[in-house]
């Protein structure tokens, strides 16, 4: 045997044991039909397809999809996915996700640029600027666009928005609305929060207490028309604030517990005076014989003695809704009024004042 011969021998064999060893499909208009890996019309070589089109009864592998996947548990994809995957328990991309993944159960990706929808939640370490909704959760890497979440989204760094049913948590974000809580560092938009909310930078926070390291905190004693004087405590940033407060009314035949609940707006502010416009509730209880609650807004004008001190009066327009006769001799005169054998509404003008200085 001459020399070609057994050098041609030897490449051929080569070839051979590395075709064997690993297939390379450059084919991404490939259908596999199966159950679960390996038995399907892919084989053992399945994790080294691209696939236009796969439905496996229970879970597939595939190298990577651009088209439809369906799977009655899993589908599983070892590089990128392009198409609409959607499983009945969960789908995983080892890298990018630029379609749509629909699971029972969760999604899984490396990056996201498309919309993910899943039953608990979604997962991405990496950046994801796509849609994500979770009956659960979503927890990013980073977060681009929108976070939908029952119970809460976390993301490394967001630019877009996170609603939930109770924490949102981002470092950089546009907007935030959270059940319960928010926690950011710089918001750029509108933090609303059933709660409080916590930044380093948030102009527009919204919820009963704002802790804003950039912000606004202050401890005053408020007290209005029908003598119910409060512990009240401010929060929030350069443009808006919350309003929590507990107090007291001995003005009618029996003392009342008080509590009060708002939100306010800095309309004008110098160095020496302020012109705030605040919308709070505030109600009265014995805890025996029902409620009265006014629903008030507030135009207060203030004025500062040096940094910290505020001293503030201004008129008032009311809404009081009472049952059982509760507090009902509180107020003297209203503009209108409805009363009945079990309840009462009026409305009427009053006044609120107070002092409060800054923490």
Not at 114 to 122: E, H, L, M, S
Not at 133 to 162: E, K
Not at 231 to 239: E, I, T, V
Not at 289 to 310: A, F, I, N, Q, T
């Amino acid at each position: 045997m001459d020399t070609t011969k057994i050098l041609s021998a030897i490449l051929f064999l080569g070839v051979t044991a590395n075709a064997s060893a690993q297939i390379y499909i450059p084919d991404t208009r490939h259908v596999n039909i199966g159950v679960v890996y390996p038995v399907s019309s892919n084989g053992r070589q399945a994790q080294a397809y691209t696939n236009c089109f796969s439905l496996n009864l229970l879970a597939g592998l595939s190298n990577a999809e651009t088209g439809l996947s369906l799977a009655g548990l899993s589908n599983i994809i070892f590089d990128s996915a392009s198409g609409v995957q959607i499983a009945g328990l969960s789908n995983h991309i080892a890298h990018r996700a630029t379609g749509v993944q629909i699971a029972g159960l969760a999604n899984s990706a490396g990056c996201n640029t498309g919309t993910q929808v899943a039953g608990f939640g979604n997962f991405v370490p990496g950046n994801s600027r796509g849609v994500q909704v979770a009956g659960f959760a979503n927890v990013t890497g980073g977060n681009g666009s929108v976070q939908v979440a029952g119970f809460g989204n976390l993301s490394g760094c967001s630019s877009g928005v996170q609603v939930s049913g109770f924490i949102n948590k981002a470092r950089n974000v546009n907007t935030q609305v959270g059940g319960f809580i928010n926690v950011a560092k710089k918001v750029k938009g509108v933090q609303i929060a059933g709660f409080i909310n916590i930044a380093d930078s948030s102009d527009y926070p919204i919820a009963v207490l704002n802790f804003v390291r950039n912000g606004e905190k202050a401890l005053g004693v408020t007290t209005d028309e029908t003598l119910t004087t409060l512990l009240s405590f401010r929060s929030g940033g350069r443009k808006l604030y919350g309003i929590a407060g507990l107090g007291y009314n001995h003005k009618g035949e029996r003392e009342l517990a008080a509590w009060e609940a708002g939100l306010g707006a800095h309309l004008v502010s110098t160095q020496r005076f302020r012109l705030n416009v605040e919308a709070a509730e505030v109600g009265l209880t014995d805890f025996k014989h029902g409620d009265w609650m006014k629903s008030s807004l507030r135009v207060l004008p203030v004025y500062r003695l040096g940094h910290r001190v505020e001293l503030f009066a201004g008129p008032s327009f009311n809404y009081v809704h009472a049952k059982n006769g509760q507090g009902e001799d509180i107020v003297g005169h209203y503009l209108w009024s409805d009363r009945n054998s079990r309840s009462y509404h009026g409305l009427f003008f009053g006044v609120t004042g107070g002092i409060q200085v800054g923490l």
